[in-house]
């Protein structure tokens, strides 16, 4: 496999870059003395550079998205096969990928029952808003409107979806908002704003206090991540989750989960929400659906909130109208089906559990080791180490130290996150997300880099 670019080509490559690429979640400025560094091709777990620099990525495309690693012809392959024979066509009509997934993702899914396919997680949140509304002005004259979300989850970058996110410093200077969203506490028990012993139970008492606060009258639904992704990797406490289900249900409010993150085997279940019993009215899903090989997402729902939209068909505004151009893309759902059958014949969840159980025990042993960090958490592959100056007092590290823990690894051909531009003062939290294919050795290796880079960063 030849991995570098040729001189020549990088060159050209690079400044058509600079001049024209406008790159995400960044400042510019760097790159007036500097290159960016260009990504030219993935195997497995592995990545390399133009300069044909290889790395371990432990973040599946930096954004916990390639969840069945890089290079899988299959999906290629299933996905041109596709192409050629039918590209596109409205999803007011029917595709025969669409149909199949479809119904290979409800066999994972009891109790839900229809999928509306787009392609963001943006996007796919953003549906949930529209027929939580539309619920609304159908069942309540428009009262029960407002949806609820919690501090530190993230949910889209688009208007309304930072509305209806939890991290101040990703929200910043974006407003005015999109009326209507209202944010209930967050739930991460190491930085507890309570002093009880069933902090799960407290933590969602915390949002029936502001259902209350609001009038159950007004609430029609409350959006959740199961495990917060990049608010700090936050898995919630026990009792946490059955009592959020208990407090929807008392009040009639429709529980909306984004899966975004830890959907289609994250955590080592098919979805995150599986773990605690959950039964969602809506879930939504995007990276690792088709693994990043197409731009596909989804909001799943169940029969009785489609029922919703058909009662009465006299009525010619009484159905769903929305649409989602490339939702028509057949490139998604033949990707995403490919990538079902790969977890499954390969057995990625069962892999996903056991490697994150070394990870977490890999983290743990760090922990012992390095004063600085103060909490590891996660779920399968999907942990996080949050970093603290004392574990005391609890002292976030200041960000740029975050930052040198991350450039370190990077230097050694490691690819770790960290959590940024979320919380003021708290983006202080390594990710990990290895894809789900991950090896013991891989694992080790990931770790031993963070090991070396807090060495070096915190003496
Ligand atoms: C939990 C969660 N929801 C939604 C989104 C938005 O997805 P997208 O960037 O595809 O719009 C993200 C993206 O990081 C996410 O982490």
Redesign the pocket.
């Known amino acids: 496999m030849l991995h570098s670019v040729p001189v020549n080509d990088l060159e050209s490559v690079i400044a058509a870059d600079k001049a024209h690429v406008w790159h995400h979640l960044m400042q510019h400025k760097a790159l007036e003395v500097s290159d960016p560094r260009v990504m030219v091709e993935g195997k497995g777990m592995r990545l390399w550079d133009a300069t044909g620099r290889e790395y371990l990525d432990a973040v599946s495309g930096g954004?916990w998205t390639v969840n069945v690693g890089y290079g899988r012809e299959s999906i290629a392959n299933a996905v041109r096969d596709q192409l050629v024979k039918l590209n596109y066509f409205s999803q007011s009509a029917g595709s025969i990928p669409g149909a199949r997934f479809a119904q290979r993702l409800i066999e994972k899914m009891p109790g839900m029952s229809r999928v509306y396919y787009v392609n963001?997680?943006?996007e796919a949140?953003e549906k949930v808003f529209k027929m939580v509304r539309q619920i609304a002005h159908k069942k309540y004259g428009g009262t029960k409107h407002k949806i609820l979300y919690r501090e530190r989850d993230?949910?889209?970058?688009t208007i309304t979806t930072i509305s209806a996110g939890g991290q101040p410093e990703r929200n910043l200077h974006y407003g005015p908002y999109t009326p209507g969203f209202v944010a209930v506490p967050h739930c991460l028990e190491y930085r507890a704003q309570w002093d009880v012993e069933d902090y799960g139970e407290r933590a969602a008492d915390a949002i029936e206090e502001v259902i209350l606060r609001e009038g159950p009258e007004t609430v029609g639904a409350l959006c959740l991540?199961p495990v917060t992704?990049?608010g700090g990797v936050i898995v919630p406490p026990e009792g946490y989750w059955p009592r959020v289900q208990e407090i929807c249900r008392k009040y009639d409010i429709l529980l909306h989960i984004?899966e975004?993150?830890c959907g289609i085997g994250r955590t080592g279940k098919w979805f995150g929400y599986q773990y605690y019993g959950i039964e969602p009215d809506f879930v939504t899903m995007?990276k690792g659906l088709a693994s990043g090989y197409a731009a596909i997402?989804a909001m799943v729902t169940t029969e009785r909130v489609f029922e919703m939209f058909k009662d009465d068909d006299t009525d010619p505004l009484n159905y769903f109208r929305d649409i989602s151009t490339f939702g028509g893309c057949t490139a998604g759902p033949v990707a995403a089906l490919e990538n079902m059958r790969i977890i499954e014949d390969e057995g990625l969840l069962e892999n996903t559990t056991a490697m994150g159980a070394r990870l977490m025990v890999n983290l743990r042993a760090l922990m012992a080791r390095h004063e600085v960090i103060g909490e590891v958490r996660g779920l399968g592959l999907f942990c996080g180490a949050e970093l603290v100056t004392d574990r005391k007092t609890k002292e976030p590290v200041p960000e740029p130290k975050v930052q040198a823990v991350v450039a370190d690894c990077m230097a050694q051909g490691v690819v770790i996150g960290a959590t940024n531009r979320s919380l003021p003062g708290f983006n202080n939290t390594l990710c990990l997300s290895p894809a789900l294919i991950a090896t013991a050795e891989e694992i080790d290796r990931i770790t031993e880099a963070i090991d070396g880079a807090l060495g070096r960063v915190f003496g």
């Open positions: 954004v963001s997680g943006s949140n993230y949910h889209g970058s991540e992704a990049g984004d975004v993150v995007a997402a």
